[in-house]
């Protein structure tokens, strides 16, 4: 079996496949304290849960974008998983894909690993929008390749940074209101983030769209993606499991002789 993590700025997702099939998948906060030994007990309560066999897991991959975390995961994988782990991004993890951005430009592993699933799954002369701590617009080549894209603030940072920056305006729930015009403070506040946000994907979407000459295909991911999904028609696809399954295929392509 195989142990894929994905650790992003706010979450770390850990997933189970078995023969390219996610079993399961469980999400926790991403902190930079947490160490081996715990990650352990965490892991095995949950898989204890699930009846699966911890000692099944005979492969891991990693994708962090918090180094100090994928520190703590190769201890993990080294102790109590007896295998070397691969990391996205490092030396000794081969990628499906090809990177075509400016010499020394460092592209988040994140970013790469939903290239590889996505391609997998949809081909290539893509978008991929990926709601996560940033918004992120990632341009998949006809080939597969990574071409660059766009990094606007997430939702959820946008919100508590209004809120840290002015004390009377209260942080809210991004939701769709019934009304573009608010009558109160936190309606105003939620009209403005949802349809902000409405207008900033339609229109990096367009400007993307308006740059290239060929037809491009857009896939939502990450855990906004099915409420903005609800109001744009700019969203061809809304997949939740780009990124953990990127991680398997690249997994599986290091496996390859």
């Known amino acids: 079996m195989l142990l894929a993590i994905d650790v992003g700025n706010t ?12 079993l399961a998948q469980w999400r926790c906060s991403t902190s930079e304290e947490r160490t081996a030994d715990e990650y352990f007990v965490w892991l095995k309560s949950l898989m204890d849960l699930n009846n699966f066999n911890l000692k099944k897991i005979d492969g891991m991959i990693f994708s962090s974008v918090v180094p100090k975390v ?12 007896k295998c070397k782990p691969l990391a996205v991004g490092k030396d000794g993890c081969k990628l499906p894909i ?7 430009t460092n592209v988040g592993s994140d970013r790469i690993v939903n290239t590889a699933g996505a391609f997998d799954l949809y081909k ?12 992120t617009f990632d341009i998949v080549g006809k080939d597969g390749a990574y071409l660059g894209g766009a990094i606007a603030p997430g939702v959820s940072v946008s919100n508590k940074a ?4 002015a004390a009377a305006l209260p942080y809210v729930d991004i939701r769709r209101p019934k009304n573009v ?15 902000g946000y409405i207008g900033l994907i339609e229109g990096i979407i367009s400007k993307i769209r308006s740059d290239v000459s060929h037809k491009m295909t857009t896939i939502a991911t990450g855990g906004l993606a ?16 780009i990124t953990m399954h990127g991680l398997n295929v690249i997994y599986n392509f290091n496996q390859k002789k």
């Open 70 to 81: 994928g520190f703590n995961l190769r201890i993990l994988s080294d102790r109590y998983f």
């Open 98 to 104: 090809k990177v075509k951005v400016d010499e020394g």
């Open 226 to 241: 099915p409420l903005f999904g609800r109001e744009t028609k700019m969203f061809n696809y809304i997949d939740l499991d």
């Open 162 to 165: 209004l809120h840290d920056a």
């Open 11 to 22: 979450n770390t997702v850990f997933a189970i496949f078995e023969k390219n099939k996610k």
């Open 181 to 195: 015009i608010g009558k109160n403070t936190k309606d105003c506040i939620q009209s403005g983030f949802f349809w």
């Open 124 to 135: 290539g002369n893509l978008i991929i929008i990926d709601f996560g701590t940033a918004t």
